[in-house]
């Protein structure tokens, strides 16, 4: 669905500048720049959707191991704080370091997608704030990041997971997608909860593994 919508487009632009072409018309210098600009835009947009598909089906095989969720959470966090200065970008660890059995590098780029979906979410004119919260829940540890953006239309929400989401207004793309393929492969989970014009919290569900004491630090 995704790549047909700009193909009939394209397609007329192209009949319309043969036809003013055949008809020696005047305005083809004008019109040749305009149809080039606006097919340049289209098939950019069409190789961004290839891209991403592309990268959906060829998701790396996970090798797991267990590791501090805090530390991975800690240092995701601090890249997009030094990254945007200008945005209030907090985060909020428990004092028990939990530990999950997963892939670390994808969910860090869970985390990465989460984090660059948040920032794009706040509107130019509002000052951005961003909080990663870490805490258990039953025999889960959750991580809870909330933005103060514009929120998830209604009529987008039952969309927002799925692999041919639309990027055209969202800017979400298949990244969501591919985070809840990510999640749910160790028997996690990721939801949201959303208010138009306030804002949006997702929410990323992993079984825990172990609760205990944060080394000391010699």
């Known amino acids: 669905h995704e ?29 040749l720049k305009r149809v080039s600009a606006t097919l340049i835009e289209q098939i950019e947009s069409l190789a961004q959707i290839a891209t991403e598909f592309s990268n959906f089906a060829k998701m790396p095989k996970a090798e797991n191991s267990i590791f501090s969720l805090n530390y991975l959470a800690s240092s995701v966090h601090h890249l997009f704080a030094n990254e945007r200065p200008d945005m209030d970008i907090s985060i909020s660890l428990p004092d028990m370091e939990y530990d999950v059995y997963a892939d670390r590098n994808h969910v860090t780029r869970v985390l990465n997608n989460l984090y660059k979906n948040a920032i794009q979410a706040i ?38 997971f799925s ?28 939801y949201f909860e959303t208010k138009e014009g306030e804002g949006t919290s997702f929410f990323v569900v992993m079984p825990l593994k172990e609760v205990r004491e944060p080394e000391a630090v010699n």
Do not use: W
């Not at 639309?166 to 809840?180: D, V």
């Open 3 to 31: 790549i047909k919508n700009p193909l009939t487009p394209m397609k007329l632009s192209i009949q319309y500048l043969l036809h003013a072409y055949e008809a020696n018309s005047r305005n083809v210098e004008p019109l």
């Open 163 to 190: 692999p041919n989401f639309s990027t055209k207004n969202s800017g979400m793309g298949m990244g969501l997608a591919i985070c809840k393929n990510i999640i749910e492969s160790f028997n996690g989970d990721i």
């Open 123 to 160: 509107p130019e004119e509002r000052k951005g704030v961003i909080q990663l919260e870490l805490y258990q829940q039953d025999d889960n540890a959750i991580i809870k990041v909330t933005d103060n953006g514009t929120g998830i239309p209604a009529d987008v929400q039952p969309r927002v």
